[in-house]
């Protein structure tokens, strides 16, 4: 899975970026920058502690920090889409902090403004997309009224995942690269001078849009990133974080495109894993090798408090806690699977 984070320059996005990332990855100004986020999770933790397991494995994903669009360089909108091609969802940063030292390019601070400016910024550059298509001369004609209809909705100044566009022709036009059909998530990276109204405010346009929207202070989160993980809980709760970053946007990014994690857990590792809601277990065999799902013979299957509770597979078996399970099992949150197989 991947996320690309989008937005106007100076908004905070490469500020974000290293949140996501723990700093791990160096950051370009002007480039694009690709990195995986780890996301805590506190099962596998646990998991890892009751089975003593050697290694903790999160699941993971892939953050693409684009170059900012500058709505008064239309040029940067190209580079943008090389970034963008291979995303499943955008976070798009909106600015809410004053920092004279790093003035807003626009010269005022205006979240709901900034939001609705790049989202046209990115209509554009679709458009920009649809035409150059269109101007292929061996276009088959589905593609053609596909990228017709496309046209008509951002000559309208909307976004393609927020129009009346079917999924599968949503699909198709992922595919073809167009960055407005990706569904977004709103970021309003705050400081802790924001005033409540300016959230409040902001919050109601996440709402009308229909897009999640989370309150992000990415510059306090990109420094506590940078600290020991041991150390990073108690300043968390200093500054009244309940969750880091990293955790709020992997539920928002799950949720938004109904995605779900299992669990593995063994001597050798504890292990969360990412895969679309209402999947089944032959396809959770896939997820971790084509080989287990190849010679997939049963599931076995606990939940996740229950194995810690009684601290193993062993006695898990025993108390009858194990249910053995078939390959159209469709699997539910928390569960810890073991897959028998034979090639
Ligand atoms: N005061 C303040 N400065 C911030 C915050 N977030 C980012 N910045 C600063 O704003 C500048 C631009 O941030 P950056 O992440 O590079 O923005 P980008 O252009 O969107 O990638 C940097 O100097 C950051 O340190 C914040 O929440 N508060
Ligand atoms: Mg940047």
Known sequence: MEVGIVGLPYSGKSTLFRA???????????????????????????????????????????????????????????????????????????????????????????????????????????????EKRLQSKKLPEEEKLLLQK??????????????????????????????????????????????????????????????????????????????????????LEEYGIEKPAVVRLAQAVYDLLGLQSFLTAGEKESRAWTIRKGATAFEAAGVIHSDIARGFIRAEVVDWQDLIRVGGWKEAHQAGLVRLEKKDYVIREGDVLYFRFHV
């Open 150 to 235: 496309a046209q008509t909705v951002l000559e309208s100044e909307r976004l393609l995942c927020y129009s009346e566009m079917e999924e599968a022709e949503m699909e198709m036009l992922r595919k073809m690269g167009f960055v407005t059909a990706r569904p977004q998530i709103y970021v309003l990276n705050v400081d802790e001078s924001v005033e409540e109204g300016l959230v409040e405010e902001f919050s109601d346009f996440a709402k009308n849009n229909a897009r999640p929207f989370l309150v992000v202070d990415a510059e306090l989160e990109a420094e506590i990133a940078s600290l020991d993980p041991m150390d990073r809980q108690a300043f």
């Open 20 to 130: 996501l990332t723990e700093n791990k990855v160096p950051v370009k100004e002007k480039e694009i920058n690709s990195g995986a986020a780890m996301v805590p999770d506190e099962r596998v933790d646990a998991l890892a502690k009751a089975l003593n397991s050697k290694k903790v494995v999160y699941a993971s994903i892939n953050v693409v920090d684009m170059p900012g669009v500058d709505p008064k360089d239309r040029k940067s909108t190209s580079a943008l889409l090389e970034g963008t091609r291979s995303v499943d969802a955008l976070i798009h940063v909106v600015r809410a902090f004053e920092n004279d030292l790093v003035p807003h390019p626009l010269g005022r601070l205006d979240p709901v403004e900034d939001a609705t400016v790049l989202d046209i910024e990115l209509v554009f550059a679709d458009m920009e997309m649809a």
